[in-house]
């Protein structure tokens, strides 16, 4: 059993990207779709994961002050994803918009399309945690 004092294995470590501007996204799709298929997620899973991600990521650069950061890493059964910046929290469990509204499907897509969704805020930043099951 490891204990607070010990440091994790190299394998266990979560793999990290940043971005900072726009053009970071391919990037970072790029990473997690490759770091998710490498920790066993299947490519259609890992390709929901990825466009999650992707929404979580958009949002940040639309409407935060600065960019983030997303790590990836495998538990058994599952692969987990963070996205982390210093917004607030979203508001997440609202109901998909109307078709005909032009905006606001992105974390209503995030929801549906992750099997667990959750968001930490602390005084420093706000930490949206995805789970896709393998």
Known sequence: MTTPADPPAAATRPAGKAYLEPGDLAAVRDFVRTQATALGLPRLRADLLTVAVSELATNTLQHTGGGGRVLIWAEPGRVCCEVIDQGRPPGFGRA?????????????????ICDDVDAVTSADDTVISLTMLL
């Open 96 to 112: 998909m918009p109307a078709a005909d509204q032009p905006r606001g499907r992105g974390l209503a897509i995030v929801e549906r």
